[in-house]
């Protein structure tokens, strides 16, 4: 995927709102999630609509070089659980889990001092039969920090050390929604146990 020309060298607007589509008018669009301003590209976004193109494609560069150049380093489940987190679309029942989800995995890193594959596990347990929840809320208006801000990094021990203060930033913007998501965890956590003393 290309990433669109200058869009991570912008600087993100004040936060409107989620939902909020930006000005397309001058080429530019504004993620409806982690406000970043980038100009417009054609090309996919996240599966729950939480993110603008342009941001998806910042997001999809950085997890390259994830898999490519750093060899899959630990902190690459910290990335996507801070992008997914920062890209609420609750247009859907899946859409509502995926933050949730994504919410217990830096819980569990950032909190509990989990390690990436026993964060996989345990978040595969937190919703075992799908069911529906209430959207976790207030969505907050985090803008500060983005995706944007691990791009340049030069190398994997910069990369590591943005993602990681990208993702301590969306975890503490979600306060308010703690207490909701280390009982998730902790009932994960349990479940896990279970399947494995089966
Ligand atoms: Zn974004």
Redesign the pocket.
């Known amino acids: 995927m290309t990433l669109p020309p200058r869009a991570h060298t912008m600087a993100p607007r004040p936060h409107e709102g989620h939902g909020d589509l930006g000005d397309r008018g001058d080429r530019s669009r504004r ?1 409806p ?2 406000g ?1 301003d980038a100009p417009a590209v054609d090309g996919p976004t996240d599966p729950y609509g939480g ?2 193109a342009a ?1 998806w494609a910042a997001f999809q560069h950085v997890t390259v070089r994830d898999y490519g150049e750093f060899r899959y380093p630990e902190v690459h489940r910290l990335i996507v659980d801070a992008y997914m987190s ?2 609420p679309g609750y247009a859907t029942p899946a859409g509502r889990r995926s933050v949730a989800v994504h919410l217990v995995g830096l819980c569990l890193a950032l909190e509990r001092g989990a390690k990436g594959k026993a964060i996989g596990k345990i978040m595969a347990c937190v919703f075992p039969d799908k069911q529906d929840i209430a959207a976790p809320e207030p969505i907050p208006a985090l803008t500060e920090v ?2 944007a801000s691990v791009l340049d990094a030069p190398d994997l021990a910069s990369h590591s050390r943005l993602a990681r203060a990208w993702a301590e930033a969306v975890w503490r913007s979600w306060t308010p929604t703690h207490v909701r998501v280390r009982q998730w965890a902790d009932q994960a956590t349990a479940r896990g146990r279970s399947v494995r003393a089966r």
């Open positions: 993620c999630g982690c970043l993110a603008s941001c920062q890209h983005t995706v």
